[in-house]
């Protein structure tokens, strides 16, 4: 019987600095063969382990063509401390992919509003990359993405480039600028920009993934200029210990959001996007 | 399958036959208490029991359980992996304990299965004991798992004053008693038991309606009675929750678990752990930089409650067996049925 607990190994490719404290990892399985039937969604995400200390929920920001792994993590404490300490050509344990992706099929044809506050953007970057491979498949996208400052903006490189993608809108925005501000960002929350939005409610759906109270509040915003809660979609975070559904960890009302989500749809968690 | 019987006298040579292949598992009284503990010989076995404080969920889900070892070596990983054979018969459990049991088959199957949770149960057999004496917390009756037995045992005993019926449930139990010279059941026999039947469930006090436990999970999320519950006065006579988490270390079927790992002292070998826990429990919901999804009481007890009603595993069933283990442990006197009775009263 395969064991879902059991770790596999991948060896740290090559680490790329994105803010002060988070970087993006490129992980590659070390067996080939576990790494050739890698099959993922934007949205899933990783189990990944440092052995002695511990394991960690990270999303798959992409993939590569060689089924190399991006995970971006930001630092904040034990297992992203241990793993921030490892080097290029180490290794450490990864499980997965596990989780529901975002709903790329059922969106096909439709507008797309992306809504991301601070490290939010991880489990979004695959949908933007997806809709710019297939961007004739999609409506028009709009891209809203908010942090604390401009500094703590991840996945930077890829602004000028995501400015320039055929029919779409790209605003950033950050609670406060204090030092330079290299692109152009805005002050204020995201929901600020809600009144400049191109993407009318009608055929679009909308997709969120940040902070939970910036979630609930987009989602309510959203709400009041006509979206229905069907046409809204968020990925959830909770703490997580075996990503599989069982442990109980992660539970929100009837669901689990390892299993379950983190991607769910509005219409489902609305009364559960609270302490629960 | 056919039924037999055994006088009570000779269940010794039963139990011989059984301690001769595996190891025995049953109800003992080693102090004021009864538990289900290794049993050597029929003079340790204690089969007037009304309840056990830990539930014999803790054979298939130890309180703490090493998932892998594991050998750190100049940066590379080698896991050993930890092989549970152990055959054993879990003798005398009361029917709320065994639908306990299946309730987590249903839970720890599934699309991931749990190799140690599999491995244990495989390994076990179940020979079970329908309750003629229930306890006064008890409301199984309610919750369709007892006083008597339908289902989940390889063997079935009923205590029918001189003897005991046995009544056969799978082919593992048929295989463990074979050679054996068991009398055939008569009619009167079976009658007996049904009469034992009825008496149990006149025992019974607490009474609940199952079927709308659901809806109480659903329909009352803000509700006043998990403030009273939480922080306030308590309700139908408890005192509010003191999140101690003792409902969960005795419930039958609170499956939750953390999972750490432990290093020895040359940082070189370590074990990844789980270990039973429970969402009464501040940690349960915390996450990095001092976030916590459940960090009032009154969400905590909520939960759990919810998780009972039937929110568990995502299911909208309940998971509760009515054993009522929780209602006598709990030190606030919070009882189960009484908080369930109030919400629906107050709706
Ligand atoms: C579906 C999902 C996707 C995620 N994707 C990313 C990502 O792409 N990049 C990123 O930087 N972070 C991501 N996170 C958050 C990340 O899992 C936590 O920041 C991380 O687990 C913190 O662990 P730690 O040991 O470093 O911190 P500690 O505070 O020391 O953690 C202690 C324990 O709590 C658990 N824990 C702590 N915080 C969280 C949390 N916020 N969510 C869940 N469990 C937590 C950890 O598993 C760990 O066992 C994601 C979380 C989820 C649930
Ligand atoms: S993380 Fe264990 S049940 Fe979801």
Redesign the interface.
């Known amino acids: 019987?395969?064991?879902?607990?059991?770790?596999n190994?991948a060896i740290i490719k090559e680490i790329k600095k994105e803010t002060i404290n988070t970087n993006t990892f490129v992980l590659k399985f070390t067996d080939q063969k576990i790494a050739d039937k890698f099959s993922w969604k934007p949205g899933q995400f990783m189990m990944l382990s440092v052995?002695?200390?511990?394991?960690s929920a990270i999303s798959i920001s992409s993939v590569e063509n060689d089924n190399s792994i991006n995970a971006t993590i930001r630092n904040?404490?034990n297992v992203?401390n241990s793993i921030f300490s490892l080097k290029k050509g180490?290794?450490l344990?990864m499980r997965g992919p596990y989780g529901t992706g975002w709903p790329l099929e059922k969106i096909i044809g439709k507008d797309i509003l992306i809504v991301a506050g601070g490290m939010g953007l991880a489990p979004l970057y695959g949908v933007i990359n997806h809709v710019i491979r297939n961007r004739t498949e999609y409506g028009h996208l709009e891209i809203i993405y908010g942090a604390r400052t401009p500094e703590n903006m991840v996945f930077k490189d890829e602004f000028s480039k995501w400015k320039r993608i055929k029919n779409s809108t790209f605003f950033l925005t950050a609670d406060e600028i204090t030092r330079e501000n290299p692109f152009e960002c805005r002050t204020g929350l995201v929901t600020s920009c809600f009144p400049m939005m191109k993407t009318h409610h009608r055929n679009a759906i909308a997709l969120l993934c940040g902070p939970e109270i910036m979630m609930r509040f987009a989602a309510k915003c959203l709400e009041t200029i006509g979206f229905a809660d069907k046409k809204i979609y968020l990925s959830l975070?909770?703490?997580m210990?075996?990503g599989?559904?069982?442990?109980?960890?992660c539970?929100?009302?009837?669901?689990?959001v390892c299993?379950?989500g983190p991607v769910f749809n509005y219409d489902d968690i609305k009364?559960?996007i609270r302490?629960? | 399958m056919a039924s037999y019987i055994i006088d009570k006298k000779d269940l010794k040579i039963l139990l011989d036959k059984f301690l001769k292949e595996f190891k025995v598992y049953g109800p003992i009284k080693p102090g004021l208490d009864s538990s289900v503990d290794e049993i050597k010989s029929i003079d340790d076995l204690h089969l007037e029991y009304k309840s056990t404080i830990i539930s014999p969920k803790k054979f298939f889900l130890p309180p703490k359980d090493t998932l892998f070892e594991f050998k750190i070596q100049k940066g590379n990983y080698e896991i050993k992996e930890i092989v549970n054979d152990e055959k054993f018969i879990l003798f005398g459990l009361h029917p709320c304990d065994v639908n306990a049991i299946l309730k987590l088959d249903e839970f720890f199957s599934g699309k991931f299965k749990d190799k140690y949770y599999q491995n244990r149960r495989k390994n076990s057999i179940i020979i079970a004991l329908n309750c003629t004496q229930p306890g006064e917390n008890s409301f199984c009756k309610s919750m369709n798992a007892g006083p008597f037995l339908y289902k989940g045992y390889d063997i079935l005993l009923t205590d029918i004053d001189t003897k005991y019926l046995i009544e056969i449930g799978s082919d593992k139990g048929k295989k463990i008693i074979q050679g054996l010279k068991l009398n055939i059941a008569s009619k009167n026999d079976l009658l007996k038991k049904e009469k034992k039947c009825k008496l149990a469930n006149k025992k019974i006090k607490k009474i609940l309606d199952p079927n709308w436990l659901p809806k109480l999970a659903e329909e009352n999320l803000d509700h006043e009675i998990w403030i009273d519950l939480g922080e306030r006065g308590g309700v139908a006579g408890s005192f509010p929750c003191l999140s101690c988490g003792s409902c969960s270390l005795v419930c039958p079927t609170c499956y939750c678990y953390d999972i750490y790992d432990t290093v020895d002292l040359s940082l070189k070998n370590g074990s990844r752990v789980r270990e039973l826990d429970s969402c009464q429990l501040l940690e349960y919901g915390q996450v990095a930089l001092g976030g916590n999804f459940r960090k009032d009481r009154k969400d905590r007890i909520r939960h759990w409650m919810f998780c009972k009603f039937g929110a568990a595993a995502g299911s909208k069933n309940s998971s509760c067996v009515g054993c009522g283990r929780c209602i006598r442990v709990c030190p606030s006197k919070i009882d189960i049925t009484k908080v369930a009775k109030s919400l629906w009263r107050k709706k």
Do not use: A, W
Request: glycine share 16%; aromatic share 12%; proline share 7%.
């Open positions: 019987m395969m064991n879902e607990y059991y770790p190994f052995l002695g200390v511990g394991e904040v404490g992203t180490d290794s344990g975070e909770r703490r210990k075996c599989i559904g069982k442990c109980g960890h539970q929100i009302g009837l669901k689990y299993k379950d009364p559960f302490p629960l």
